[in-house]
């Protein structure tokens, strides 16, 4: 957009001033030596073939250019992220020769890219030579009927032509290359957008849902068009109230569960309703907003504590600290000597990822939904804090729907319910302890190779 509104503008003013120019002084040379506008054609054929050749080279080594530069970037950023391992390690050395090599293969573009330019430039001063010189030799071949001052105009309007030529040459590469900006913000504008963010609809009520049922009927979706199906035919019944945990091997459609809960994929067939309501009726807005969840990796924004836990500043005081202390917060941020004005850095990195999780924890209790989705939310925390966690869903959530995606199973193994998936598809739904009893059930074959039987 920046290039878009500021830059190309001054592009296309200086590409037609360089064609009018010239155009203005092939007219008037061509008035008084038409000769010359013979000469055109083969000129004309030659500054073709130079654009094209120095554009197809050019567009390349640009190419190549920013793909080279790329890498540098990341480099850097993971050196600065990972520093202190860096030198725990002792691995200044590598990295420094590493960000050497990448430095040179990216240089080893530009200079291609700055060779192209200066091609260019030799082979447009050649041919702006020619000009002058046919123009030159015509004026004087036709000294008898022109006056010197019509002479000296010629020559001085060829000197026009060969830099007017010249810098349309340049002009056009550039604004060809910034012309690719248009193409994708084209390309944006062709997006298909999500679904309207608010829908009146005549039975959602502020409460709305009062009780926390979700039934799957015959549900299939995909990420994109011409993509297979992640979710096939699901049929699943989920009761107010109820625990429910969701388990299965990598790849098998846990994930895509809670994405078609908050709309973020939509269905390819079927429906997945709430209290009775089928989700794809109501607005993303009223949706998203009746529901919470705890992502696998916690999300903070670099502000003060209070921020991240009520960015809306909808809760007070004591509703922030009577979640901390739900979620075995309140001992640290007392500690603290800002309190709830404690400055979080960027991503939450002055806080243990144990912290950043239990934040999140704190931010799902302010809220207090009636449905709760955890996605692995204890995947990447230690075991004691992973029980704290377990602890908090079964006290403060009990009166809640909850949906796990279970990456230890023993989290679960308390739950109202197990639904175990493969390929997309429900294999198994039931309680954990009915699961256990059939020997020949994959929750059973699952449970005993993590070693829990």
């Known amino acids: ?55 197809n080279t050019f567009r390349q080594a640009r190419r190549l250019e920013s793909t080279g530069r790329s890498p540098i ?28 090599e990448k430095i040179d293969r990216c240089f080893v573009c530009s200079f291609n890219s700055w060779v192209c330019n200066r091609w260019l430039n030799f082979c447009l001063n050649t041919l702006g ?36 030529l010249k810098w349309f040459v340049r002009t056009n590469s550039e604004l060809e290359n910034k012309s690719i900006s248009i193409e994708r913000i084209q390309e944006y504008c062709n997006l298909k957008p999500e679904a309207p963010w608010n829908l009146s609809h005549e039975k959602l009520t502020n409460d709305w849902p ?67 309501i089928d989700i794809t009726k109501i607005g993303l807005h009223d949706l998203r907003t009746k529901l919470t969840i705890i992502p696998q990796d916690p999300v903070l924004f670099t502000g003060t504590l209070r921020i991240n836990l009520d960015p809306n500043n909808e809760y007070s005081d004591d509703q922030i600290w009577d979640s901390l202390e739900k979620s075995y917060l309140k001992t640290f941020v007392s500690n603290l000597s800002e309190g709830l004005e404690y400055n979080v850095e960027e991503g ?53 729907t909850v949906i796990t995606i279970a990456h230890r ?17 429900v294999i198994e739904v039931g309680n954990p302890s009915d699961l256990l009893k059939n020997q020949n059930s994959r929750f059973y074959s699952m449970s005993k190779g993590a070693g829990l039987i």
Not at 252 to 264: D, M
Not at 357 to 381: G, H, M, P, W, Y
């Open 348 to 400: 939450g990195a002055n806080l243990s990822a144990g912290q950043r999780q239990l934040v999140c924890l704190s931010r799902a209790l302010l809220k207090n939904s009636k449905i709760l989705v955890l996605d692995e939310a204890t995947a990447s925390i230690d075991m004691e804090t992973d029980s704290l966690i377990q602890k908090t869903i079964r006290t403060a959530f009990a009166d809640r």
């Open 210 to 276: 009062q009780n926390g049922i979700i039934h799957f009927e015959d549900y299939s979706t995909r990420y994109r068009e011409n993509l297979d199906l992640v979710l096939k035919e699901i049929n699943l019944s989920i009761e107010a109230s109820e625990k429910v945990g969701i388990i299965g091997r990598t790849g098998a459609g846990k994930s895509s569960i809670t994405l078609s809960l908050f709309r973020i994929i939509e269905p390819f067939s079927g429906t997945i309703s709430i209290d009775d």
């Open 409 to 425: 199973i023993n989290t679960v193994l308390d739950y109202d319910k197990i639904v175990v998936l493969e390929n997309g598809n």
């Open 129 to 164: 030579s020619v000009i002058v010189f046919v123009a030159t030799i015509l004026a004087i071949q036709n000294r008898e009927s022109l006056s010197p001052a019509v002479v000296g105009l010629i020559i001085t309007y060829s000197l026009t032509v060969t830099d007017s």
């Open 73 to 100: 970037y990341s480099l850097f950023m993971e050196a600065i992220q990972g520093v202190s391992s860096i030198s725990a390690y002792d691995a200044k050395k590598d990295f420094i020769q590493e960000f050497e």
């Open 1 to 55: 957009m920046e290039i878009l509104d500021n830059q190309l503008y001054y592009q296309i003013e200086g590409w037609l001033y360089c064609i009018f120019s010239a155009i203005s002084s092939f007219v008037i040379i061509g008035m008084n030596v038409p000769i010359f506008l013979a000469c055109l054609l083969p000129l004309g054929l030659l500054y073709y073939l130079i654009l094209k050749l120095h554009l």
